[in-house]
């Protein structure tokens, strides 16, 4: 088999697509070159970094760690009970 046509579909395999040649071919492709298994392995690696950016939730670190540190600043225990 073609490297070509191995990574072909290798690529579909990891969108879930089906591939151009049956996997069993492509996994005997896989154990004999590689090539194809270490640009596989970084192929998946780069598919889930995809999948992990894809997910968007909103970062509130910053937003966090201001009002953490504006509580600190509020001297917590000390004043509780004193001010006012
Ligand atoms: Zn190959």
């Known amino acids: 088999m073609y490297c070509s046509v191995a990574r072909e579909a290798l690529s579909a395999r ?22 194809c298994s270490a640009w596989f392995d970084r192929a998946c690696e780069l598919s889930l970094r995809v999948d992990l950016s894809a997910i968007t939730a909103p970062d509130l670190t910053a937003d966090i760690l201001r009002s953490a540190a504006a509580e600190t600043q509020q001297s917590g225990y000390v004043g509780r009970g004193q001010a006012g």
Do not use: Q
Request: charged content about 30%; some cysteine.
């Open 14 to 35: 990891i969108d879930g697509e089906a591939g151009p040649v049956p996997a069993a071919r492509v996994d005997e492709h896989l154990e004999s070159c590689a090539d």
